[in-house]
């Protein structure tokens, strides 16, 4: 055995004794990628959302709103977990976990993997979700709180915990390797990247399927009524959020599949983009805030520029995690002018929750469109910074072909927990 191996134990039929390699200095690519949100169910789809800068953010259909402050959000319309797997499949899902599992499916179509050739105890499950099935926690509970103990409904509970996603992305592919779920809010997926990161680096996997996922209900949109500050749409039906009325919610989910760059090549996989770093700060303020000043989210966006041994003028494309609520917009545009200084004025980003809506897991779909971006060579639209703040109009800047290297992703929660990462071609 090699000095410094570690025994890892997995307990499956029988006992298994598995000799982790030691860690491998290499960067990790990204091979595959899916997502299903407003924008779009599937990568296509979402590209073509995306590019359009067409914003998915409508009138609410799926649940009556008529006694809440808002309206509005970026429903996912149309996905029917039919066209993914069979009925006897997906009808013990929850909507998020058919979400998470449909984009797995493309996510692994889209790397070129199979699995049927794999050793699929080297292959992680790795999410991140604010809240889980928050519809199944709303029917479990209020089913027992009816009826008491004889209303516990035994098919609703297993989709109450936060891990059903990945759980059952485990189970439909067959996977047996590291499976862990954060639940971080606004940086769950940021979280999840991060980790899987660690797994791959410490050779304790090959493969990682990563992402982010969140589903819209009644109890939820509710519960948020307070951050929400009455954005309903015109009589028209037209939707015209700005920065500053408040957090306009959504839901999805989103899977890339990340893996260490000598597998990669080796299997002459297409690669998306490469890794170079991901970095997580925490900061303290009351539930219901973000960090106040935004200490900690540019003390993360500069040690991700430091380790990727990138400078502010090499990075070609930043997107935010600005989400109109007006606090963590400023926070956010403040940071990167300190950052960016006399470059700030013409810095342009891409806040795409302005288009998709916000939910915890949806850092999955900034990190998406910019591996998307970096791979065919297309600037994501954008509006200027100072958009964020208020002071101009927001105008959108549609792509088009540009040369892109280096793109940043920054991202902050309630709480003051603040994420940063850094992909290259």
Not at 23 to 29: E, F, N, R, S, V
Not at 50 to 79: P, Y
Not at 86 to 96: G, K, L
Not at 232 to 238: E, H, K, L, N, V
Request: net charge negative.
């Amino acid at each position: 055995m090699p000095s410094g191996a570690i025994i890892h134990v997995l307990y499956l039929a029988k006992p298994v004794i598995r000799i982790v390699k030691e860690p491998i200095m290499t960067d990790i690519a990204v091979t595959g990628v899916s997502v299903i949100c407003s924008l779009g169910i599937g990568r296509k789809a979402f590209w073509e959302g995306l590019t359009n800068a067409r914003s998915g953010i409508k009138k609410i259909q799926s649940f009556d709103t008529t006694a809440l402050r808002s309206n509005i959000a970026g429903c996912v319309e149309d996905f029917d977990p039919r066209r993914f797997m069979p009925t006897n499949v997906y009808r013990r899902m929850s909507r998020i976990s058919q979400m998470a599992v449909a984009a797995s499916m493309e996510a692994l179509a889209d790397s070129g993997l199979k699995l049927d050739q794999m050793d699929r105890d080297r292959i992680a499950v790795i999410m991140g979700t604010a809240y889980g099935s928050s519809s199944s926690v709303e029917d479990f509970y209020v089913s027992f709180l009816s009826d008491g103990p004889r209303g516990a409904q035994p098919l609703y509970f297993p989709e109450t915990v936060p891990n059903a996603p990945a759980s059952h992305i485990a189970m439909f592919h067959g996977i047996t390797g590291p499976n862990t779920t954060f639940c971080q809010n606004g940086i769950s997926a940021e979280n999840a990247v991060l980790y899987a990161q660690n797994i791959l680096a410490g050779n304790y996997a090959d493969i990682a399927l990563v992402g982010g996922a969140d589903e819209l209900s009644p109890i939820l949109y509710n519960c948020y009524n307070t951050f929400i500050q009455g954005i309903r749409a015109d009589d028209d039906g037209q939707v015209r959020p700005r920065p500053g009325n408040g957090i306009v919610l959504g839901e999805g989910a989103g899977i890339i599949v990340m893996e260490r760059m000598d597998y990669a090549l080796r299997r002459g996989a297409r690669i998306y983009g490469i890794l170079k770093s991901a970095v997580q700060t925490g900061g303290y303020t009351q539930i219901g805030h973000y960090e106040y000043g935004g200490v900690q989210m540019r003390r993360a966006i500069e040690l991700a520029i430091e380790i990727a041994g990138v400078g502010p003028e090499e990075l070609d494309q930043i997107c935010v995690s600005a989400n109109y609520s007006g606090e963590l917009d400023r926070m956010e545009a403040r940071g990167l002018s300190g950052i960016f200084d006399q470059q700030a004025d013409d810095l342009i980003v891409t806040p795409l929750k302005y288009l998709a809506g916000d939910f915890g897991g949806a850092g999955i779909l900034s990190i998406s469109a910019t591996l998307m971006g970096l791979r065919n060579q297309v600037s994501l639209p954008g509006v200027r910074l100072s958009s964020l703040l208020g002071e101009s109009d927001m105008e959108w800047q549609r792509p088009g072909k540009s040369v892109i290297a280096s793109s940043l992703l920054t991202s902050s929660t309630f709480g003051g927990g603040s994420a940063a990462m850094v992909f290259t071609k």
